[in-house]
C-alpha cells in the first residue's frame, strides 16, 4: 500500500484541529491560534510516525492518550479542568479521524454500498451510544445551558485590545458595583490574556496565589480596583476588577462596564464569564 506523507499529515493536522476547536468552544476555552498550529502540527507528525511499520507500536491505544494529552496542554496550557479537556478532545479525534477515513476509502473504492453493507451497525451503534453517555455525564452542564439558551457570545475591550468570551446568563449572579449600582460582569482572569500588557500578566499570574489585594499594589493601570462582595460561606470578600472600555453579550453593546476577574473558572459549565443582568442593560454612566 502506498502511503502519502504529505496527505497522511495533512488529514491529521485537519482532524486535530478541528477537535481542538470544537473542544474549546463546548469548554469554554479560549484556543490562541500559534497555539492550536502547534497542537495540529503535532498531531500531524504523530500520524507519519504511526504509518511507518516499525513505528506501529504508536498507533496503541496508550500512545493515542499521552499524545492527544500532550496536544490538549499546549493548545489550552494548564487547565484546572484538563481531564474534561482531555477526554473531550480525545472522543472528538477519534469520531473525525474515523470519519475522515472511512470518507477517503468510500471515495477510493468502487464498492461503496458493498462496504456500506459490510459495516458492523451493532458495533456501530454502540460505539456511538457510548460516545454520547459519556459526554452526556460530563458535559451537561454545558449541554443544558446551550440548550436552554443562556450562553452568548461576549467581548471585553481594553485599551484597543479585545477578548472573546463565552457568557453564562445566570439570573443568580447580583454581583453590583459599590460606587454606581451597575451589573459586574465576572470574567475568569485566564479569559482575559489577550488584554493585558507583559508586565501586567505576570502579575495577574499571581492572583489566585497571592491575591487581589496583592496584585492590585503592584499594577500602575489606576483603573484597576477591589471589588467587595458576599457569597455563601463568605461573608466580606474582594475581588480584582477594572473598568472595561467596552462590553457587548449577544451582539449588544452594553457599554463601558465594570469587570470582576475571578482567580478560578466561574463555572463548570462551559463558560468563561458570568452575567447577571439583562443582555441590553447598560452600565450606569
Not at 504523530?46 to 511507518?52: K, R
Not at 472511512?102 to 462496504?115: K, M, P, Q, V, Y
Not at 455525564?137 to 472573546?164: I, Q
Not at 439570573?171 to 490574556?193: F, I, K
Amino acid at each position: 500500500m502506498v502511503i502519502y506523507l504529505d496527505i497522511a499529515f495533512l488529514l491529521n493536522c485537519v482532524a486535530d484541529a478541528a477537535a481542538l476547536y470544537v473542544t474549546a468552544q463546548v469548554a469554554g476555552l479560549r484556543l490562541p491560534r500559534t497555539r492550536l498550529i502547534l497542537a495540529a502540527a503535532l498531531g500531524g507528525v504523530y500520524g507519519i510516525v504511526c504509518a511507518f511499520p516499525p513505528m506501529a507500536f504508536a498507533a496503541s491505544l496508550l500512545p493515542q492518550l499521552l499524545a492527544a494529552a500532550v496536544m490538549v496542554f499546549l493548545a489550552f496550557g494548564r487547565q484546572r479542568a484538563f481531564l474534561r479537556q482531555f477526554l473531550l478532545f480525545f472522543l472528538l479525534s477519534c469520531t473525525m479521524g474515523g470519519a475522515l477515513l472511512a470518507a477517503g476509502r468510500l471515495l477510493r473504492e468502487n464498492g461503496a454500498l458493498e462496504l456500506l453493507q459490510m459495516l458492523d451497525w451493532k458495533v456501530f451503534f454502540l460505539a456511538g451510544g457510548i460516545c454520547f453517555l459519556v459526554l452526556s455525564a460530563v458535559f451537561r452542564g454545558e449541554a443544558e445551558h446551550a440548550a436552554a439558551g443562556r450562553l452568548y457570545r461576549g467581548t471585553v475591550e481594553l485599551r484597543g485590545r479585545r477578548a472573546k468570551l463565552t457568557v453564562l446568563l445566570d439570573t443568580g449572579h447580583t454581583l453590583r458595583d459599590v460606587l454606581t449600582g451597575a451589573p459586574v460582569l465576572t470574567v475568569s482572569r485566564a479569559a482575559l490574556e489577550d488584554l493585558w500588557t507583559p508586565e501586567e500578566r505576570t502579575v495577574l499570574d499571581q492572583l489566585e496565589a497571592k491575591g487581589p489585594a496583592w496584585c492590585l499594589e503592584r499594577l500602575e493601570e489606576r483603573r484597576f480596583r477591589l471589588l467587595p462582595y458576599e457569597a455563601v460561606g463568605v461573608s466580606g470578600g474582594l475581588l480584582l476588577c477594572f473598568r472595561a472600555d467596552r462590553v457587548s453579550v449577544d451582539g449588544r453593546e452594553l457599554g463601558p462596564m465594570t469587570v470582576a476577574l475571578s482567580p478560578t473558572p466561574v463555572s463548570g459549565g462551559g463558560c468563561t464569564a458570568l452575567w447577571g443582568g439583562e443582555r441590553g442593560e447598560r452600565c450606569a454612566a
